[in-house]
């Protein structure tokens, strides 16, 4: 079943964090001493005391009965976790949280915590193409940024010395700490010779943890890219997978389409076509007794729809998940794979969703989608090396989520002892710290301050789902008109100064060509009215200068100094005005005069 699935400021603004395993105590010192209670930089005390954000205590871990499956004692790292490695962490007060109490737990922001804020997680579907865009970044930022607070171990803790003498940890980028962490808890138990392992063991899957494991998880992947982006507004989406026929996100836009030359590979226009994948051969790792080292181990494999379709006949339906979200207990019977009307088994993927009937060889709900990836996602301990991992988890979450809101059960509904290890109530989150147990995550996601789109109120869910994706895409538009209309007003007023410049020159030239022909065309004039001109005159010397009361239109020229009078007009030596059309103007009557 293992390979197919069957700055201070900063840190307050954040939420709780994870580990494998935080920086401070990684090393001989924390080994020796087995206490893991980094300073608080806010105040320099371990824990931040000074401050009474919380304190360095035992770890105390139940004592309560495990069920049949896994027989061994003693012989596993991660059996009464965390006491092989650390007895000593720190507890934190209020809303206080992380591994040094320097942050807030789940849903609480600011300095004091004391803020209440809850975050969307939305359908990668309806996001606008700049936000699936941004998040495609935000998870190759991931893969290629060290995570600064946590490191992975490379080696058992006996391999590490008694004394911590040999501690052997190392770095790793924040996308594959969480492949690493999901492997680890997941990894067969090593009995001692090449390939003597116990499989059946896993502390995350196959059980009542299965569900408030993944919320943790992808709460902690959540705030991870918080960190390293500063975009606190960021969620995890989801991808709605109910009816579907193929696989929806599987394109270059966005989870990466398929290679047209090898099937089983990403098409190279996807980023993701040039990630490594690390923690995929666990019976390497069993053959030679070693933990996953994060070394890179090729390329991102994906092949969907070419699966066994014994094995998963059908993608899962509307009515599958609301048959699950149906069933009221969940958990029955031994809490395991063959568990028989259990909603978490169901959901999980090991029973019908039909009938609720476990059904061994088939892989239904959550499993039926890792199958039908048929490459990296198909096997449990690799399978977060494909970021579809997320988008898939994050829905079922959701449907986790419906769950709860339909039955309202009890804390007492979660096992308290006799589940397989790791999965009883208070058991403590593999390989989590600051520790969490499994039952304080079996409640709302509005208490850990998240919530889904499609689980919104229809007026909510409208703004969430249809209205902010067109605000997005409207203020991206705005930008660019903005930007264009800015140019166009540039233009356009440069243009506008250019015709009223070339417009005054055009003016200008005809007025100096009129000038210029005045004097050729004057001749005409008089030699046209020679005799006209000759008696007027004679008559104007005879009645000294004065006008004769004869009315003679005299045709005259258009110049400077007729001011207003526009192109041809006749001059009217009887009254001393210009006639054009009806309109009367005043005119230097004896200019004309002079000149006929």
């Known amino acids: 079943m293992k390979n197919l699935f069957g700055s201070v400021v900063l840190f307050h603004l954040m939420g709780v964090c994870l580990s494998q395993f935080p920086r401070p105590c990684a090393n001989s010192e924390g080994l020796r001493t087995k206490e893991c209670c980094p300073v608080w930089e806010g105040d320099g005390s371990a824990c931040g005391a000074l401050s009474g954000r919380g304190f360095c205590t035992e770890v105390l871990v139940s004592d309560e009965p495990n069920g049949p499956q896994y027989p061994h004692t003693g012989i596993d790292d991660r059996e009464r976790w965390p006491l092989a490695f650390f007895n000593r962490t720190c507890r934190c007060a209020g809303n206080y949280g992380g591994f040094n109490c320097g942050e807030c737990r789940f849903g609480y922001w600011g300095g004091n915590c004391a803020q209440y804020r809850e ?94 494991w993944h919320r943790v998880f992808l709460l902690h992947w959540e705030n991870e890219i918080r960190k390293i982006t500063g975009d606190f507004n960021f969620t995890i989406p989801y991808w709605d997978w109910r009816n579907a026929q193929s696989c929806e996100v599987c394109t270059d836009a966005l989870m990466g389409g398929r290679n047209s030359l090898n099937p089983n590979l990403i098409s190279p226009a996807s980023v993701f076509s040039s990630w490594k994948v690390i923690c995929s051969k666990p019976e390497e790792y069993n053959n ?8 890179g181990e090729g390329p991102l494999l994906r092949n969907p729809g070419n699966h066994d379709r014994n094995r998963v006949p059908r993608l899962p339906t509307t009515a599958d998940v609301d048959f699950a979200v149906g069933l009221p207990e969940y958990e029955t019977g031994n809490m395991d794979r063959f568990a028989n009307m259990s909603f978490r088994n169901v959901l999980e993927g090991f029973a019908s969703p039909e009938t609720g009937q476990a059904v061994p060889g088939q892989s239904t709900m959550h499993n039926s989608l890792h199958v039908f990836m048929n490459g990296s996602m198909s096997s449990v301990q690799g399978s977060a090396n494909d970021p579809i991992f997320l988008l898939h988890h ?28 790791g999965h009883n109530d208070e058991y403590y989150m593999i390989p989590l710290l600051p520790l969490y147990r499994n039952g304080d995550y079996f409640l709302s996601n509005k208490v850990l301050g998240y919530e ?10 409208f703004v969430q789902e249809f209205v902010t994706p067109y605000l997005q895409q409207a203020k991206e538009i705005w930008q660019w008109l903005l930007g264009a209309g800015i140019l166009g007003a540039l233009i356009a007023s440069t243009f506008a100064v250019l015709l009223v410049f070339a417009r005054r020159r055009w003016k200008r030239s005809q007025r100096r060509k009129r000038a210029s022909s005045f004097g050729e065309r004057q001749p005409l004039l008089q030699s046209s009215s020679e005799e006209g001109s000759s008696s007027r005159e004679s008559q104007l010397d005879k009645e000294g200068g004065t006008m004769a009361e004869t009315k003679t239109p005299v045709l005259c020229e258009e110049t400077e100094r007729l001011g207003t009078c526009e192109n041809k007009i006749y ?15 005043a005119l230097f009557v004896s200019f004309c005069i002079s000149h006929h």
Request: net charge negative; charged share 20%.
């Open 394 to 421: 994050a829905f079922i979450d959701s449907i986790f989520e419906r769950w709860l809101r339909t039955h309202r059960p009890l804390r007492s509904s979660y096992p308290r002892a006799n589940a397989p290890i």
């Open 288 to 295: 030679r007794e070693v933990l996953c080292n994060a070394t």
């Open 452 to 461: 889904y789109a499609y689980l919104l109120d229809p007026g909510q869910r």
């Open 119 to 212: 975050s969307v997680r939305r359908n990668i579907m309806t996001m606008s193409t700049a936000e699936q865009q941004k998040f495609i970044s935000y998870l190759n930022l991931a893969k290629n940024t060290i995570n600064p607070d946590y490191v992975i171990s490379t080696a058992t803790r006996a391999e590490m010395g008694e004394n911590g003498e040999n501690p052997m940890f190392s770095d790793i980028n924040t996308y594959d700490l969480f492949v690493w962490i999901h492997y680890y808890v997941s990894r067969d138990t090593f009995l001692g010779g090449p390939g003597n392992v116990w499989r059946d063991i896993d502390f995350a899957h196959e059980s009542a943890a299965f569900l408030p």
């Open 571 to 585: 001059a009217d030596v009887s009254v001393g005005c210009c006639h054009e059309g009806g309109m009367h103007q």
